[in-house]
Every structure is written in C-alpha cells, then in structure tokens.
C-alpha cells in the first residue's frame, strides 16, 4: 500500500506561480505512475498532468499545456507540479494520485483508474 501527502497549497496572484510536493510511503514508489488531479467545487474531479514510472513520459491537460510541469524524483519517493502563470480558474483542491502499471510508457488520465489517492491541497488564486 502507498499512502500520499501533498503540499505546497496555498493563495496566490493570478500570473504567479506555485509548487506542489506529493511525498510517497514505501519501497515502490517507481514502479507507480504518477498524476495530479483538481477539483474545484461543484465540478466533477478532473486531470491535470501524469508521468510515467520512470518520469520519461508525461501527459498534460489541455488547459495547463505550457504552463504546469510535472517531475519525480524516485530517489525521494515525491512527485511534484510546478505551476506558473496560474489564472482564477486554476483554483481548486488538488490531489496526486497513483497508478500501478506494467510498463513505464503507459500515463493514463482517467481518475478512477489510479490506485491510491492523497488527501489534497488547496490551491486558490485571486484575480
């Protein structure tokens, strides 16, 4: 089992930036993909960005393309999301999440295919 902690949440400017961490239990932390996920409320829980085990693929939303990237470092057992240029609609509770796969090329997008959650950071930007 993998239990997640995110952090890095908070309030920022619109145009500013901000950095999630997703901490990782465990001795199997690669042989997981990784994604982040965000739910603002009324909305139904929607992807963000996902990197394979290894870290050598990753998959982004449309709507953070060019602005969020997603990194891990398996030798920390933590998967991070920087985020720049964050707009008002970026605001939400956001989640990462962990996929046990087979391979290290395959990055899936659908939530309800990810093994283990954490239990989210808040994320809210002013405009």
């Known amino acids: 089992q993998v239990q997640l902690v995110e952090s890095g949440g908070g309030l920022v400017q619109a145009g500013g930036s901000l950095r999630l961490s997703c901490a990782a239990s465990g001795r199997t932390f690669s042989t997981y993909a990784m994604g982040w996920f965000r739910q603002a409320p009324g909305k139904e829980r929607e992807f963000v960005a996902a990197i394979s085990r290894s870290g050598g693929s990753t998959r982004y939303a449309d709507s953070v393309k060019g602005r969020f990237t997603i990194s891990r470092d398996n030798a920390k057992n933590t998967v991070y999301l920087q985020m720049n240029s964050l707009k008002s609609e970026d605001t939400a509770a956001y989640y990462c999440?962990?996929?046990?796969?087979?391979?290290?090329?395959?990055?899936?997008?659908?939530?309800?295919?990810?093994?283990?959650w954490g239990h989210g950071t808040q994320v809210t930007v002013s405009s």
């Open positions: 999440a962990a996929d046990r796969l087979p391979l290290d090329t395959i990055v899936r997008i659908t939530p309800t295919l990810y093994d283990y």
